[in-house]
C-alpha cells in the first residue's frame, strides 16, 4: 500500500542521509585528468541527449559529428531545451544538476553557463559533486585495451580511495581474435587457439590486471544473443578462463546483459539498443559454478522478472542496477518494487552508470526519490500486517539497498 505522508517523510530522510556507493559508473579518478569527464557541455553532448536530439535534428548525422563539442552542445541545448520541454528523463537530469549547484536554468543562457562551470576548480569541484550526491564511493569501469587509460596505470598514481575500480574485459571475449594480438603486444604467449597453454596466459593477464587496479570485480557487457554453454570464443574463455581466475582471486564477474550493439551506427555511441537476453545462459553460469559469483543487470525490461526469480535461486547471483532503457522513473519503481517483493534487501537496485561527473548529482537525487517511496511502500505493508518498523531498521535497510548488500555480497564488507 502507499506509505502515508510522515512514513514517506522518515523514510526519504533516512534514504537521503545514508552515503551511496555507486557500483558501476564511466568515471575515472581525478588523477586520469581530462578522461573525468564534468561540465555543462559534457552533460549536453551525453550520448543520451544526442540520440533524443536526433528525433528533432534534420541535418546529416556527419555533420552533427564533424561539428567540435560545443557546437554540438548547442545545437543539443536548442533542440532539446530551448525548442522543446526538457520533459525527458535525460533531459530533466540535466535541470537537476544545474538547480542542486544552485543555477537557474531559466536564467541566462548557454555562454553563462559555460562562465560559471570554467570559473570551479576540478578538485573542489569533484569534492562539491560527491557531496551533493551523497556518494561514498564510486566504481569505475576500466579497461586494459583502452589506449587513453592503460599508460595511466602502467605509471602508476596516487590512487583517490573514494574511486575504485573494476576489470572490463569486452574486447577479450567479444573480439578475441584481436584481444589476441594485444595480449601478444603485451607479453602474453597467447596463439588464439582454445587450448589450455593459451587459457592460463589469458589467466595471467587477468591475473596482473586485477593486481595493478586492485579490481573489486570482473565485467563484461554482453549483447542479447549471448548463449552458454556454446561453441564460441566468448563461452570458452569465460569458462576456461574466467572463472577460473575468478575461483582464485575471490573475484566475482558482472554481466550486463541484452545491448544490442550499433543498431544504428550513425549515431556512434549512442547508436545501440536493447534485445531479449536468454537468461538460460545466466542460469546455467550459476548453477554450474557454485563457487563463483556473478552480478548481474539487464538491458531489457522483459528480463527482469526472470533475473529476479533466478536470484532467489542462486545465492551466488546479485541483480543490481536499472541500466539506460531502464533508467527511468517508471521502470525505476517497477523493477525496484519487484526486487523488493520477491528478494527482500538482497540485492543493488541501483548504479549511476555516470559517465560525466556531474551526473552523480541528478541520477543518486533520481534514484534516491524513487527507492524512499519503494521502501516506504513496503514498511506501510509491513505496518499493516503488524510489524512496526523503527528508524534504525530502516536505516539498516537503507545501508544495504545502496552498496552494504553488495559489499556483503563481493566479501569486502
Ligand atoms: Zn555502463
Same mark, same amino acid.
Given at each position: 500500500?502507499?506509505?502515508?505522508?510522515?512514513?514517506?517523510?522518515?523514510?526519504?530522510?533516512?534514504?537521503?542521509?545514508?552515503?551511496?556507493?555507486?557500483?558501476?559508473?564511466?568515471?575515472?579518478?581525478?588523477?586520469?585528468?581530462?578522461?573525468?569527464?564534468?561540465?555543462?557541455?559534457?552533460?549536453?553532448?551525453?550520448?543520451?541527449?544526442?540520440?533524443?536530439?536526433?528525433?528533432?535534428?534534420?541535418?546529416?548525422?556527419?555533420?552533427?559529428?564533424?561539428?567540435?563539442?560545443?557546437?554540438?552542445?548547442?545545437?543539443?541545448?536548442?533542440?532539446?531545451?530551448? !525548442?522543446?520541454?526538457?520533459?525527458?528523463?535525460?533531459?530533466?537530469?540535466?535541470?537537476?544538476?544545474?538547480?542542486?549547484?544552485?543555477?537557474?536554468?531559466?536564467?541566462?543562457?548557454?555562454?553563462?553557463?559555460?562562465?560559471?562551470?570554467?570559473?570551479?576548480?576540478?578538485?573542489?569541484?569533484?569534492?562539491?559533486?560527491?557531496?551533493?550526491?551523497?556518494?561514498?564511493?564510486?566504481?569505475?569501469?576500466?579497461?586494459?585495451?583502452?589506449?587513453?587509460?592503460?599508460?595511466?596505470?602502467?605509471?602508476?598514481?596516487?590512487?583517490?580511495?573514494?574511486?575504485?575500480?573494476?576489470?572490463?574485459?569486452?574486447?577479450?571475449?567479444?573480439?578475441?581474435?584481436?584481444?589476441?594480438?594485444?595480449?601478444?603486444?603485451?607479453?602474453?604467449?597467447?596463439?588464439?587457439?582454445?587450448?589450455?597453454?593459451?587459457?592460463?596466459?589469458?589467466?595471467?593477464?587477468?591475473?596482473?590486471?586485477?593486481?595493478?587496479?586492485?579490481?573489486?570485480?570482473?565485467?563484461?557487457?554482453?549483447?542479447?544473443?549471448?548463449?552458454?554453454?556454446?561453441?564460441?570464443?566468448?563461452?570458452?574463455?569465460?569458462?576456461?578462463?574466467?572463472?577460473?581466475?575468478?575461483?582464485?582471486?575471490?573475484?566475482?564477474?558482472?554481466?550486463?546483459?541484452?545491448?544490442?550493439?550499433?543498431?544504428?551506427?550513425?549515431?556512434?555511441?549512442?547508436?545501440?539498443?536493447?534485445?531479449?537476453?536468454?537468461?538460460?545462459?545466466?542460469?546455467?553460469?550459476?548453477?554450474?559454478?557454485?563457487?563463483?559469483?556473478?552480478?548481474?543487470?539487464?538491458?531489457?525490461?522483459?528480463?527482469?522478472?526472470?533475473?529476479?526469480?533466478?536470484?532467489?535461486?542462486?545465492?551466488?547471483?546479485?541483480?543490481?542496477?536499472?541500466?539506460?532503457?531502464?533508467?527511468?522513473?517508471?521502470?525505476?519503481?517497477?523493477?525496484?518494487?519487484?526486487?523488493?517483493?520477491?528478494?527482500?534487501?538482497?540485492?543493488?537496485?541501483?548504479?549511476?552508470?555516470?559517465?560525466?561527473?556531474?551526473?552523480?548529482?541528478?541520477?543518486?537525487?533520481?534514484?534516491?526519490?524513487?527507492?524512499?517511496?519503494?521502501?516506504?511502500? !513496503?514498511?506501510?505493508?509491513?505496518?499493516?500486517?503488524?510489524?512496526?518498523?523503527?528508524?534504525?531498521?530502516?536505516?539498516?535497510?537503507?545501508?544495504?539497498?545502496?552498496?552494504?548488500?553488495?559489499?556483503?555480497?563481493?566479501?569486502?564488507?
Amino acid at each position: 500500500m502507499p506509505a502515508d505522508a510522515s512514513l514517506l517523510a522518515r523514510v526519504e530522510r533516512i534514504v537521503n542521509a545514508t552515503p551511496a556507493h555507486d557500483i558501476h559508473t564511466h568515471l575515472y579518478d581525478p588523477s586520469f585528468g581530462s578522461l573525468l569527464l564534468w561540465g555543462i557541455d559534457e552533460l549536453l553532448v551525453y550520448h543520451y541527449l544526442v540520440s533524443e536530439a536526433f528525433r528533432h535534428f534534420r541535418m546529416p548525422y556527419e555533420s552533427f559529428w564533424n561539428a567540435g563539442k560545443p557546437t554540438q552542445a548547442e545545437w543539443i541545448w536548442d533542440a532539446l531545451f530551448v !525548442r522543446h520541454s526538457p520533459i525527458s528523463e535525460s533531459c530533466r537530469g540535466v535541470v537537476t544538476v544545474l538547480n542542486a549547484l544552485g543555477i537557474d536554468p531559466r536564467k541566462g543562457d548557454l555562454a553563462s553557463l559555460r562562465g560559471w562551470f570554467a570559473g570551479q576548480d576540478p578538485a573542489a569541484y569533484v569534492d562539491r559533486v560527491l557531496g551533493l550526491a551523497n556518494v561514498a564511493s564510486v566504481c569505475m569501469t576500466n579497461s586494459p585495451f583502452d589506449d587513453e587509460e592503460r599508460p595511466g596505470w602502467e605509471t602508476g598514481f596516487v590512487r583517490d580511495p573514494r574511486f575504485v575500480a573494476a576489470l572490463r574485459i569486452d574486447p577479450l571475449l567479444l573480439a578475441w581474435p584481436s584481444a589476441v594480438k594485444r595480449l601478444q603486444a603485451w607479453g602474453y604467449r597467447v596463439t588464439g587457439e582454445r587450448n589450455s597453454a593459451n587459457a592460463s596466459e589469458v589467466r595471467r593477464f587477468l591475473a596482473d590486471w586485477t593486481r595493478r587496479i586492485d579490481a573489486r570485480y570482473c565485467m563484461v557487457s554482453l549483447p542479447d544473443d549471448f548463449a552458454f554453454p556454446a561453441e564460441s570464443d566468448a563461452a570458452w574463455l569465460i569458462e576456461h578462463a574466467v572463472l577460473p581466475h575468478g575461483r582464485e582471486h575471490g573475484q566475482a564477474f558482472a554481466l550486463m546483459m541484452g545491448v544490442k550493439r550499433a543498431v544504428n551506427p550513425a549515431l556512434r555511441l549512442a547508436g545501440d539498443g536493447v534485445g531479449r537476453s536468454n537468461l538460460g545462459a545466466l542460469q546455467h553460469l550459476c548453477a554450474a559454478n557454485p563457487d563463483n559469483r556473478f552480478l548481474a543487470t539487464c538491458l531489457s525490461r522483459e528480463n527482469q522478472h526472470e533475473l529476479v526469480v533466478l536470484a532467489r535461486k542462486f545465492r551466488n547471483l546479485h541483480p543490481f542496477g536499472c541500466w539506460w532503457f531502464t533508467n527511468t522513473p517508471q521502470f525505476i519503481a517497477e523493477i525496484t518494487s519487484m526486487r523488493l517483493e520477491l528478494l527482500g534487501t538482497s540485492f543493488t537496485p541501483q548504479h549511476s552508470d555516470a559517465r560525466v561527473l556531474d551526473q552523480l548529482v541528478y541520477k543518486w537525487n533520481h534514484s534516491r526519490g524513487i527507492l524512499a517511496r519503494c521502501l516506504a511502500d !513496503r514498511h506501510a505493508d509491513l505496518a499493516a500486517s503488524g510489524w512496526t518498523s523503527t528508524d534504525a531498521e530502516i536505516a539498516r535497510d537503507a545501508r544495504e539497498l545502496l552498496g552494504g548488500a553488495f559489499a556483503t555480497f563481493l566479501g569486502r564488507e
